[in-house]
């Protein structure tokens, strides 16, 4: 098997051990999906997180950003509100369970942060460079796949 056949082996490999992780990881959190967990995420990080603004940051379209606000705040993770200057914009917060995951989801990040620091502090400046070359390519690919699905 040559090098490239190798390396989109273990993208594949990688692909699976994502999948397996996300259904781990939706039992942890109760149930919560990890776009739901973003969504919570973004939530806690963005000022005056609306729906434009949180489908921005994602990447995702706002109807899909409605249905993700609606599911949360049905499992009373969020709460909506209005200002009395704009009714007619509706802005999210985190309601303390909402808080407990967003602080979950952080510490889920960090740690998997930490870990990849340290398998790529086995690598030359040289080697980052093209594996972060790789990676933005890669990434580029599928950004370019989602757009066309919008």
Known sequence: MDTSMKIIKEITRIKEHADIFHDHNINIMGGISVAEAHCIDKIGSIECANVTK???????????????????LCKELIESYQT???????????????????????????????NKLAILSKYKNEEKAIILKFLKDLT???????????
């Not at 580029?140 to 919008?150: A, G, H, S, V």
Request: charge should be positive; include cysteine; aromatic fraction near 6%.
């Open 54 to 72: 949180i489908a921005s940051a994602m990447c995702m379209s706002k109807g899909a950003i409605s249905k993700i606000t609606k599911k949360l």
């Open 84 to 114: 009395p200057e704009n009714k007619k914009e509706v802005y999210f917060l985190l309601t303390e369970m909402g808080k407990q995951v967003y602080r979950a989801h952080k510490k889920c990040h960090k740690s998997a942060r930490q």
């Open 140 to 150: 580029q690919e599928y950004d370019d796949e989602i757009k066309k699905e919008n």
